[in-house]
T-cell receptor
Framework: DGGITQSPKYLFRKEGQNVTLSCEQN?????MYWYRQDPGQGLRLIYY???????QKGDIAEGYSVSREKKESFPLTVTSAQKNPTAFYLC???????????FGSGTQLSVL | GENVEQHPSTLSVQEGDSAVIKCTYS??????FPWYKQELGKGPQLIID???NVGEKKDQRIAVTLNKTAKHFSLHITETQPEDSAVYFC????????????WGAGTKLIIKP
């Protein structure tokens, strides 16, 4: 919301398929994050990037991949190795020295 | 590592009454405790936060209290209104986590008219 655009809003994945979730920001924030949200659970960190061309694994990185070629963009690929991909995926940013997370509106990924 | 437990999972209160949501954390070195509100179909938004050197912080109808000895912190909403209906998440940040947050499971707050 307010400068972070996630697309698509809904996404369906077939067995064995890789899918990519888009996250674009115009807040000029350095750090970007991907979280996974499952019903009845807290947010879990998948990957994060503090600067362009650099990113680190979070707590549940297996089966996911990311890239950070531009400051504005941090796409997440859900690979076929992720056996339980159905979840709500949230992208977030923080400015330099700022602890406040700004979140996008999320992408709901489901398996066909 | 840090673990954050949040209670209750669902809270239903009459409009105008107060609501309290509680979280406990396990790592005594955690030093930052934010609260986020998530409305249906949207991403969470920060509503209030507190640091470990402060016991209480207030912003209009919302307040957060921190008890470092007991390792728990609470969100207080007074004079609840229909627009307060949402899911609320607490989080804690351990000092050795490279600034990453550990999240509670969320509380669904329902405001009854």
């Amino acid at each position: 919301d307010g400068g972070i655009t996630q697309s698509p809003k809904y996404l369906f994945r077939k067995e064995g398929q890789n899918v990519t979730l888009s996250c674009e920001q115009n807040l000029n924030h350095d750090a970007m994050y991907w979280y996974r949200q499952d019903p009845g659970q807290g947010l879990r960190l998948i990957y994060y990037s503090q600067i362009v061309n650099d990113f680190q694994k979070g707590d549940i990185a297996e089966g996911y991949s990311v890239s950070r070629e531009k400051k504005e963009s941090f796409p997440l690929t859900v690979t076929s190795a992720q056996k339980n991909p159905t979840a709500f995926y949230l992208c977030a940013t923080t400015g330099q020295g700022n602890e406040k997370l700004f979140f996008g509106s999320g992408t709901q990924l489901s398996v066909l | 590592g840090e673990n954050v437990e949040q209670h209750p999972s669902t809270l239903s209160v009459q409009e105008g009454d107060s609501a309290v949501i509680k979280c406990t954390y396990s790592d005594s070195a955690s030093n930052y405790f934010p609260w986020y509100k998530q409305e249906l179909g949207k991403g969470p938004q920060l509503i209030i936060d507190i640091r470990s050197n402060v016991g209480e912080k207030k912003d209009q109808r919302i307040a957060v209290t921190l008890n470092k000895t007991a390792k728990h912190f609470s969100l207080h909403i007074t004079e609840t209104q229909p627009e307060d209906s949402a899911v609320y998440f607490c989080a804690a940040r351990p000092t050795d986590s490279n600034y990453q947050l550990i999240w509670g499971a969320g509380t669904k707050l329902i405001i009854k008219p």
